[in-house]
Nanobody
Framework: QVEVVESGGGLVQTGESLRLSCTTS????????MGWYRQAPGKEREGVSC????????YYADSVKGRFTISRDNANDTVFLQMNSLKPQDTAMYYC???????????????????WGKGTLVTFSS
């Protein structure tokens, strides 16, 4: 049974940092590219960042480029999203997803993702 579990969300203020984690189980190690998505209240889900199987290819959405960093620890089946210089518009439920991959690149096409987590919430304090 495959599980994808996100953690690390919380309440933040403008300019602060947060690190999200995504731990998987039941997946063949190194065979999946991983992606982070987010869905803000009242908006559609959007792709934030993805990382290929061996971390050779990384992609960031323009809205987070330069502020967020994705990484993965295949030995521990975990993917991280380091979020710095957070802004109120980063408020969202953040989801992690895995896609079976034979290639060297990742992409954030949702229909290509095979497994999804239930999300972790990032909110801003007023």
């Amino acid at each position: 049974q495959v599980e994808v579990v996100e953690s690390g969300g919380g309440l933040v203020q403008t300019g602060e940092s947060l690190r999200l984690s995504c731990t998987t189980s039941g997946l063949t190690r190194d065979r999946y590219s991983m992606g982070w998505y987010r869905q803000a209240p009242g908006k559609e889900r959007e792709g934030v960042s993805c990382i290929s199987r061996q971390s050779g290819h990384i992609y960031y959405a323009d809205s987070v480029k330069g502020r967020f960093t994705i990484s993965r620890d295949n030995a521990n089946d975990t993917v991280f999203l380091q979020m710095n210089s957070l802004k109120p518009q980063d408020t969202a439920m953040y989801y992690c997803a895995a896609a079976a991959s034979n290639g060297l690149e990742c992409d954030l096409t949702e229909s290509n993702m095979d497994y999804w987590g239930k999300g972790t919430l990032v909110t801003f304090s007023s």
